[in-house]
């Protein structure tokens, strides 16, 4: 079975949060890049990564150096911007087929979660939902002990799929 971790980070927790997931599963790795970042450098980027997302932004993502068709299963990792996922995946899910597929879906969030997950799951309606997981901040806050609640739940997700 291959495995595939999709994520997109600005601040760098989902990226951990990918990264324990894609050691403990064995998996492979891709990061949504868009060609034009957010400026990473003041508070003002949470306002227009938020902007983007409430107008449903698709930014132009560089090439993908893998295809997610390849994949049996697939976690997906966003952070949480205006109660929703970050324009990245936006643009990944318009532009890629992961109808039918096994997905895992986890995301980092600030606080304010909302009705987040609904249009997440929205999102990968056409795919197999495996499990879904939230954290808060874990670079900040708990980064220890959200990094091992990372490898749990990777292994549970890996229990739940037939060899």
Do not use: Q
Not at 83 to 110: E, Q, S
């Amino acid at each position: 079975m291959k495995k595939l971790v999709i994520f997109y980070s600005l601040d760098g927790n989902t990226r951990l949060i990918a990264e324990t997931i894609s050691e403990t599963a064995g998996a492979d790795i891709l990061e949504l890049k868009p060609v034009k970042e957010i400026t990473r450098n003041n508070f003002l980027k949470y306002f227009a990564g938020g902007k983007d997302a409430i107008l449903k932004a698709e930014p132009e993502l560089l090439p993908l150096e893998l295809n997610s068709s390849d994949y049996d299963l697939i976690f997906i990792g966003t952070p949480v911007w205006a109660w929703t996922y970050a324009p990245a995946l936006r643009t990944f899910f318009k532009n890629n087929d992961i109808k039918d597929k096994r997905v895992a879906l986890f995301y980092c969030h600030g606080g304010g979660e909302r009705n987040f997950i609904e249009k997440f799951e929205e999102a990968v309606k056409d795919s197999k939902i495996l499990g879904k997981i939230g954290f808060k901040d874990p670079v900040r806050n708990e980064k220890e002990k959200d990094v091992a609640r990372a490898r749990e739940w990777a292994v549970e997700i890996l229990k739940a799929v037939d060899f």
